[in-house]
């Protein structure tokens, strides 16, 4: 949960858009569909780091 946090937060920081918010990753490759593509891009790559980092820190 706090993985897609930091994603929404670091998407909204960035401004990016999206103009098929249902679409997910699965709209990365469709032309226009996502402004500011490569920063979006690196939100969803940090979020999942987050997510994996917790997930290894808080299963121990």
Do not use: D, E
Request: glycine residues 14%; proline residues 5%.
């Amino acid at each position: 949960m706090i993985g897609s946090a930091v994603t929404g937060a670091l998407s909204m920081a960035f401004k990016c858009t999206l103009a098929v918010p249902h679409g997910g990753i699965f709209v990365l490759p469709i032309p226009n569909a996502v402004g500011g593509l490569l920063l979006y891009t690196v939100s969803i790559v940090i979020g999942t780091i987050v997510s994996g980092v917790m997930i290894a820190t808080l299963k121990k």
